[in-house]
């Protein structure tokens, strides 16, 4: 996993270091993005209790590239005592002064809330004001285009960052258990870089602002003697046909320096006479954190029937019924794979061992094809699990999932479900290739189209005929012109490949993974 450019504080004690660094950050920072994790919960009669609480910090006049000055705290909600911490976050979450960044997170605000009531505390995490949803910067930095039909559908947090950052955001630990400790580097790094990464989108869309103006023109509003606005009043500015109702969260002159320091030296300062005081400046508002802040400030607000666990119409149906289920009673799961693979010669398969791979491990798959195993995915992004079977099925797969529900349904395709336990796509990799017992060699290793499960084109193209057949398709960087590589070309989706570097590194990569060199 690649090493973060931050610096990642684990806070697991309330006399530690690492608890006064946190404080001071807290109180010496305009813009935070937060983030929670908790173990998934099985019962809906409950909220999953948060186990930790990501805090990524942006410090007033802070150097972006020094690690330091963006830092990550991770609050261990298992061992720091909560009641020494609820009062510095329920301050933290209403303060006008510090801007909230979080993505779709008046979830996570519920299950805090709820985990902290359960410790003895009061249930004041009922509110987060000023907050910005990274969806809403998202949509301002994609614009809809005229004509042109809009999904309905949610962005990821990870294909935000990939199209605003062009960088990738693994999602592969978002489903491991929290409550476990202690916690593995691989979870510190995933869980500080989901809060870091919204810091990072912010200050890429608050640079666009800047750089384009703001739509408000240059007119500023002069307010009567004597009254400092700042940006906490709520304010009705004219936008010609309807009245915009502002929330605005922070002192004017403060907020500025702080979180547009680039900006500081062109504040508008205006001197008004009052009768009390024989002069007085009042710092105005720069446009740009304005517009940002009547565009896209919000707050989250918790209702009481938000504090109660929702309880889905069909199983209050079936409970209130006592429907019995078609399915067989006293079904047991079974998660241990029992065999043979329906590839097994004994079953009369082929003997090539064949995986489909749902939506939350598509990362094996790929793992899979560039050891030369044949490694599917669904047809479609969010398949039922009746495709899936229908799938598994039909192509003689067996389904690789870490979704232990879909053990229920195995009675269905007999010995073609089995159950991912490990969370690493290597360990993954090893594990399946243990537990069905796969032959891997050298020679097996980048064999198949990473791209779409196809098989390569047994003849190599000269460089001329790739050149040719990658024209409006792929472009093949000029510095392989001058060199004697040999090209491959999947037969399915046409993706061009050549020996490279990548090429190389991965090979490697997997004789390492795989282990191969111990089998000599």
Known sequence: MEQPTHAIHLVTSNDSSEFVHLKYALTHSSIIGLDAEWKPNRHASTFPTVALLQIACRLV?????????????????????????????????????????????????????????EQGCDPGFDRVEPYIDITAIYNYLHPKQLGRRISKQIKSLA????????????KELQCSDWSQRPLTEEQKIYAAADAHCLVQIFNVFRAKVVTEGTPLGNHIKHWPSGFDPGLKQITETSNGCNMVTQTKFCEASNMIRTTVPELHSSILITEEIDSMKSSESINHVDNSLLWIVRKHSDKILLKDTDRKPKTSKRKAKKSSTGSESSKPKNLQTVEEWQGPPPWDPSSGGDGCPKFLCDVMIEGLAKHLRCVGVDAAIPYSKKPETRDLIDQAGKEKRVLLTRDVKLLRYEYLIKNQIYLIKSLLKNDQLLEVIETFQLKISEGQLMSRCTKCNGSFIQKPLTTQEAVEAAKGFQVIPNCLFDKNIEFWQCRDCNQLYWEGTQYHNAIQKFIDVCKLNDQL
């Open 159 to 170: 294909t935000i960052c990939e199209e605003v950052l062009g960088i990738s955001l693994s």
């Open 61 to 117: 006049n802070s150097d972006e590239s020094e690690p330091d000055e963006s830092p990550v705290f991770l609050l261990d909600l298992q061992a720091v005592p909560l009641l020494s911490v609820y009062e510095l976050l329920r301050e933290l979450l209403v303060s006008p002064d510090v801007i909230k960044l979080g993505f779709r997170f008046k979830q996570d605000l519920v299950y805090l809330s709820s985990t902290f009531v």
